[in-house]
């Protein structure tokens, strides 16, 4: 993360109240946890001046407190604008805790959930994250938006989500892991000839017993104590008991960040984004974008935020055209109403991930190479590499609507909708917040 205190914002000591103030507060923050460690680099004020400046939080406490309280009472913050002030105070507020600790280190570690990490409606990364902002109502759309839904949809229906299927060659899901201090120490070993991985050489903790996906990706996805997301891709050695964790390619995100800029899936988004989760489903309510993957897509040069730029894996390369492709990072969105889709005969979980289609959209995220496009369900390794039962099949055994076949659980999400005319496209401005 760096030292915080070089960012211009931090050093403004007219700033410092309402930074103070803002963390204070909490009213316009996040529920992030503070950065593993932080170094101020203000030198030490005088007792006079160290007065003065507690005397000006005091004050711009207060006066942030009318300003935030008179707004709530008026409906004067726009949805956009709370956004953009969560993401300004995401930052700023951890200026302030370290101002207010007088420079010293602070430290606050994650609490390791566990065995498999947090349950219920748990999300990672920040509230204003691009996974976890709504798309609210009159988008505006992709100006191809048409065209690349039609191409979509010309190679075929969604494919079917599954369950049951965990630690066999058929999981190209992800696997979630949390670790904690008792764990063994694997150091970060990339194998592609692609050049230096970021990660290449790190040492973390990884739970002993955590496994990678059957699947030919190989995923495995670990958050460490001090709140980084590790994501690697074709895992291929992970010895018993610690030692050099041998992998094809990796990246590492922010769990209480954007969830962006990982290296474990074509567009750079961490394991953990948009993965659908058995307590979400039981819960019936999903709080955040969903991760989608695409038969191919438009040329690198097309990526669109929040993918990674110049990302992709063009239709061209498998002998086929670009044009009307979707673009990696592209978002789509289910144009129905909470109304038309509570009225659907359809079961209750397809119900909870339209409403999340509707409410927060799908991201492309990766290539799947066959098909048309598909979500992701959390990988069932997250749970059995433990001996635990796997939720999603668990919850697939009462579920109305869930088929058999070869012993998967299978949750068919293509009948029912009419996907051709009710997807639709959004402009990347509407994501950045820009429109």
Same mark, same amino acid.
């Given at each position: 993360?760096?030292?915080?205190?070089?960012?211009?914002?931090?050093?403004?000591?007219?700033?410092?109240?309402?930074?103070?103030?803002?963390?204070?507060?909490?009213?316009?923050?996040?529920?992030?946890?503070?950065?593993?460690?932080?170094?101020?680099?203000?030198?030490?004020?005088? /007792?006079? !001046?160290?007065?003065? =400046? @507690?005397?000006?939080?005091? %004050?711009?406490? +207060?006066?942030? $407190?009318?300003? &935030?309280?008179?707004?709530?009472?008026?409906?004067?913050?726009?949805?956009?604008?709370?956004?953009?002030?969560?993401?300004?105070?995401?930052?700023?507020? /951890?200026? !302030?805790?370290?101002? =207010? @600790?007088?420079?010293?280190? %602070?430290?606050? +570690?994650?609490? $390791?959930?566990? &065995?498999?990490?947090?349950?219920?409606?748990?999300?990672?990364?920040?509230?204003?994250?691009?996974?976890?902002?709504?798309?609210?109502?009159?988008?505006?759309?992709?100006?191809?938006?048409?065209?690349?839904?039609?191409?979509?949809?010309?190679?075929?229906?969604?494919?079917?989500?599954?369950?049951?299927?965990?630690?066999?060659?058929?999981?190209?899901?992800?696997?979630?892991?949390?670790?904690?201090?008792?764990?063994?120490?694997?150091?970060?070993?990339?194998?592609?000839?692609?050049?230096?991985?970021?990660?290449?050489?790190?040492?973390?903790?990884?739970?002993?017993?955590?496994?990678?996906?059957?699947?030919?990706?190989?995923?495995?996805?670990?958050?460490?104590?001090?709140?980084?997301?590790?994501?690697?891709?074709?895992?291929?050695?992970?010895?018993?008991?610690?030692?050099?964790?041998?992998?094809?390619?990796?990246?590492?995100?922010?769990?209480?960040?954007?969830?962006?800029?990982?290296?474990?899936?074509?567009?750079?988004?961490?394991?953990?984004?948009?993965?659908?989760?058995?307590?979400?489903?039981?819960?019936?309510?999903?709080?955040?974008?969903?991760?989608?993957?695409?038969?191919?897509?438009?040329?690198?040069?097309?990526?669109?935020?929040?993918?990674?730029?110049?990302?992709?894996?063009?239709?061209?390369?498998?002998?086929?055209?670009?044009?009307?492709?979707?673009?990696?990072?592209?978002?789509?969105?289910?144009?129905?109403?909470?109304?038309?889709?509570?009225?659907?005969?359809?079961?209750?979980?397809?119900?909870?991930?339209?409403?999340?289609?509707?409410?927060?959209?799908?991201?492309?995220?990766?290539?799947?190479?066959?098909?048309?496009?598909?979500?992701?369900?959390?990988?069932?390794?997250?749970?059995?590499?433990?001996?635990?039962?796997?939720?999603?099949?668990?919850?697939?055994?009462?579920?109305?609507?869930?088929?058999?076949?070869?012993?998967?659980?299978?949750?068919?999400?293509?009948?029912?909708?009419?996907?051709?005319?009710?997807?639709?496209?959004?402009?990347?401005?509407?994501?950045?917040?820009?429109?």
């Amino acid at each position: 993360m760096g030292t915080l205190h070089s960012a211009p914002w931090c050093r403004s000591a007219r700033a410092a109240p309402i930074l103070a103030a803002l963390a204070f507060f909490g009213t316009l923050g996040t529920d992030a946890p503070e950065p593993a460690s932080a170094a101020s680099e203000r030198g030490t004020a005088s /007792r006079t !001046a160290h007065g003065h =400046r @507690a005397l000006d939080v005091r %004050r711009g406490v +207060r006066r942030l $407190a009318r300003q &935030v309280h008179a707004a709530q009472r008026n409906g004067r913050l726009a949805v956009r604008k709370r956004a953009r002030l969560r993401k300004a105070v995401r930052n700023r507020a /951890r200026c !302030a805790r370290i101002a =207010r @600790a007088g420079g010293k280190k %602070r430290t606050k +570690r994650l609490v $390791a959930p566990l &065995v498999t990490g947090p349950t219920g409606l748990w999300r990672p990364y920040a509230v204003d994250s691009p996974w976890n902002v709504g798309v609210g109502s009159g988008w505006r759309l992709h100006e191809r938006s048409g065209e690349i839904v039609e191409r979509l949809v010309s190679w075929g229906r969604p494919q079917n989500l599954l369950a049951g299927h965990a630690d066999s060659g058929a999981d190209y899901y992800h696997p979630i892991y949390f670790s904690s201090s008792s764990d063994p120490v694997f150091e970060l070993d990339a194998t592609m000839g692609w050049g230096r991985a970021s990660i290449e050489g790190h040492r973390i903790r990884i739970p002993d017993a955590a496994r990678p996906a059957g699947g030919g990706d190989g995923h495995l996805a670990v958050v460490t104590e001090d709140g980084w997301e590790y994501d690697l891709w074709a895992v291929s050695s992970k010895p018993s008991g610690g030692g050099r964790l041998e992998f094809g390619w990796g990246g590492r995100t922010r769990i209480d960040g954007d969830g962006l800029g990982s290296n474990a899936t074509a567009a750079w988004f961490g394991l953990a984004a948009g993965v659908i989760r058995a307590p979400e489903l039981e819960a019936g309510r999903i709080e955040h974008a969903l991760f989608m993957g695409v038969r191919c897509t438009d040329a690198k040069q097309a990526a669109l935020f929040p993918a990674q730029p110049n990302t992709g894996e063009p239709c061209s390369e498998d002998g086929l055209s670009n044009a009307d492709a979707p673009p990696m990072g592209a978002r789509f969105v289910l144009d129905m109403t909470a109304g038309e889709i509570a009225a659907l005969d359809v079961p209750d979980w397809k119900k909870t991930i339209l409403v999340a289609l509707a409410e927060y959209g799908m991201f492309v995220g990766d290539a799947i190479g066959s098909g048309a496009w598909g979500l992701q369900f959390e990988s069932g390794s997250s749970y059995t590499s433990f001996g635990q039962p796997d939720r999603l099949a668990q919850f697939a055994q009462t579920a109305r609507g869930v088929g058999r076949w070869n012993g998967m659980h299978v949750f068919n999400l293509a009948d029912g909708i009419d996907w051709k005319n009710r997807l639709k496209v959004l402009h990347p401005c509407e994501t950045q917040q820009t429109c």
